[in-house]
């Protein structure tokens, strides 16, 4: 208490400087807290993103053998076939918990009445709607039964439905309509999703490659997994994997472009390193902005104890301690560092929460799909506890100077300037 | 009271300078002296040397029974608190703060509370005739207020001695007889023992005992 009512009667008497210097702490502490929200906005809106996957799930599609093996030359087209799906489906049982196939076939044009919407299909198993998250709105997804007994039974997006019942797509459901010169019936309707452009009609992956003649060829096999933690673990098993389906096509087994593997896991990890790496860096320019403000604060705390010597003579020959001119200097630092730093914070919180109530909630409409830059673009309590932190240990080492100097100042020659 | 023995001060320099040639010095409690010199004669370093505000190199300096000797900075800053009341010939009151306040100061670092230091700032500064002066900063007051509140300073807890440089040089001199007169009438009714250090043989004249020093050497 002592101490403060000094502190306020000492910059009482310099207001324009003190605030100068305050301001210098203010805007790094701001400038600290807006970079650190909106840094947080846009990793938020990239984890939105990515929510729309489940992590544990790999997709593996064919390539070109990049390397010369059992008699035959590099550059051979791989396509993955039904043999690949079952060899998934059966022998890695330890990590593999579901497996399918899919198949696209574009430019099919679906027919309900006098109506029509041109689509693309995708031929998949249950399972691809667990991967994509694949939400309906009515109906069900393709099931076993659906898959096994080849199904003439379809999936519409929510946005091709209104094309063919435009003021009610939702009563499609049920409703049989002609894909090319056949008849589907529309088991479920998915619901739109605004981020991308949503054309894909589902269908049961053995109907699209019976009636459009695949043979036992497809394009994608895609997985879900469990048991695989580290990266380590995750790169065994794609080596074992990989090595088993490449023998199938009798492609070494080390070729790492006979098949693509794309591990949604192992991505998501790079990803949070990635977004790490981000926060760490605007950690450190928002700390370097706050540096010049700490190097103001030294700097007017070094010309007040100079304008202050005489005092503080005078001080120490009535019997002040060095450590009490110490902590003068040092809490006179700290709390004018904390004080703008507070103010700071707060407008920085302000401007959070601006950001929040304008981008955050305004998707940015591209014409073919909807984003959103920033999610929630904001500070945690954690962050501002850390930024307290930063300022009581900031105003710590710019009072840390000044006042070794003060407390070094001897009475003798300070009461001789005269 | 005050007792020294031997005692040389050398400043370190490009050429060393001799100040103080073995000062033999005794001042009983309850006396009045004053040490008279010329400038360049040793008797402002004398002065510090009493004050504990600077060491010497050799001999020996005993205040109230107490060696001091080779203290550090925060055992000196103790001791003078404690044993010691300084008056300056510019009062050295901090200009920011009021007449009680400034009293005040030395009780804080003894960590006084608040109420209790106020109370006998308050009491001081009452014997000085101030108490209407005491909210009042010292760019308010006369020259001779504020050496009134110098004094009240120095003597407001209570020290072994009093050491007054030049108390009346900034004074006009109807002011400082009356501050001379102050300083005798303290001396007389509490005992307090008072050392002036002054070139001006009208204030020594009303001391005790003038102590001249001359070349480092008490004469």
């Known amino acids: 208490m002592e101490l403060l009512s000094e502190i306020w009667q000492t910059t009482q008497r310099n207001k324009l400087r003190t605030s100068l210097t305050g301001f210098a702490v203010a805007w790094g502490i701001f400038m600290l807290i807006v970079l650190l929200g909106a840094g947080n906005g846009l990793i938020n809106a990239q984890q939105a993103n990515s929510d729309d996957y489940v992590d544990n799930s790999m997709m593996v599609f064919g390539g070109m053998t990049s390397k010369a093996y059992d008699g035959l030359k590099e550059g051979r087209d791989v396509q993955l076939d039904n043999n690949d799906l079952k060899t998934t489906q059966t022998r890695f049982t330890q990590n593999i918990e579901k497996a399918g196939g899919i198949l696209y076939e574009g430019g099919a044009t679906i027919t309900y009445g006098e109506n029509y919407v041109s689509s693309s299909l995708r031929g998949v198993y249950p399972i691809d709607a667990e991967i994509n998250k ?67 009609v589902h269908m049961p992956f053995t109907t699209v490659q019976a009636i459009y003649n695949r043979g036992d060829k497809m394009r994608r096999i895609v997985f879900t997994f469990h048991g695989l933690e580290t990266e380590q673990e995750n790169e065994d098993f794609e080596k074992r994997y990989r090595a088993t389906i490449n023998r199938q096509h009798r492609a070494a087994p080390d070729d790492e472009d006979a098949i693509w593997i794309w591990n949604r896991f192992t991505q998501a990890m790079q990803m949070a390193q990635g977004m790490n790496i981000i926060r760490t860096a605007l950690w450190i320019i928002g700390l370097f902005t706050l540096l010049s403000g700490i190097v103001g604060v030294s700097n007017i705390m070094l010309i007040t104890v100079r304008e202050r010597t005489r005092e503080f003579g005078i001080r120490k020959a009535i019997g002040a301690s060095p450590a009490s001119i110490l902590r003068i200097i040092i809490t006179e630092s700290i709390v004018v560092t904390g004080f703008f730093g507070y103010i700071g914070m707060l407008l920085g919180i302000g401007a959070n929460l601006y950001m929040d109530a304008t981008l955050g909630s305004k998707p940015i409409e591209t014409g073919l799909f909807t984003a959103t830059v920033f999610v929630d673009p904001t500070v945690s309590l954690g962050t501002c506890f850390g930024v307290t932190l930063v300022l009581i240990i900031a105003g710590t080492i710019a009072g840390l100077m000044p006042a070794l100097k003060a407390a070094k100042i001897r009475p003798i020659e300070a009461l001789r300037a005269e | 009271m005050i007792k020294l023995r031997n005692v040389h001060k050398t400043y370190a320099g490009a050429q060393p300078l001799h100040v103080l040639k073995g000062i033999d010095l005794d001042i009983a409690e309850g006396e009045l002296v004053s040490i008279m010199g010329a400038s360049g004669s040793g008797k402002s370093t004398l002065l510090n040397i009493l004050g504990i505000l600077d060491d010497y190199d050799e001999g020996e300096y005993h205040l109230a029974g107490t060696l001091i000797k080779n203290l550090s900075e925060t055992r000196a800053a103790e001791y003078r608190n404690r044993m010691i009341g300084f008056i300056f010939q510019s009062f050295n009151l901090i200009s920011f703060k009021t007449a009680v306040e400034n009293v005040e100061l030395p009780l804080f670092y003894q960590g006084v509370s608040r109420r209790k230091r106020h109370q006998m700032a308050m009491d001081e500064l009452e014997k000085m005739g101030l108490t209407d ?54 001396n007389r009714e509490e005992h307090i023992t008072m050392i002036i250090v002054t070139h001006d043989p009208n204030v020594a004249a009303q001391t005790n005992r003038i102590i001249r020093i001359k070349d480092g050497v008490i004469e």
């Open chain 1, 134 to 200: 694949t939400k309906l709105v009515a109906g069900r997804f393709i099931n076993e039964i659906d898959i096994r007994d080849r199904r003439k039974v379809l999936i519409i997006p929510e946005n091709q439905a209104r094309e063919l019942i435009p003021h009610n797509p939702r009563a499609l459901l049920g409703q049989t309509v002609k894909v090319g010169q056949m008849a589907f019936t529309v088991i479920g309707i998915e619901q739109e999703d605004k981020s991308r452009m949503s054309t894909d």
């Open chain 2, 133 to 186: 002066w005491a909210a009042h900063y010292p760019n308010e007051m006369s020259g001779g207020q504020r050496q009134r509140v110098a004094i009240a300073r120095a003597l407001v807890t209570r020290p072994q001695i009093i050491l007054a440089d030049e108390p009346t040089g900034a004074l006009d001199s109807k002011t400082g007889i009356e501050v001379m007169e102050l300083l005798k009438r303290l």
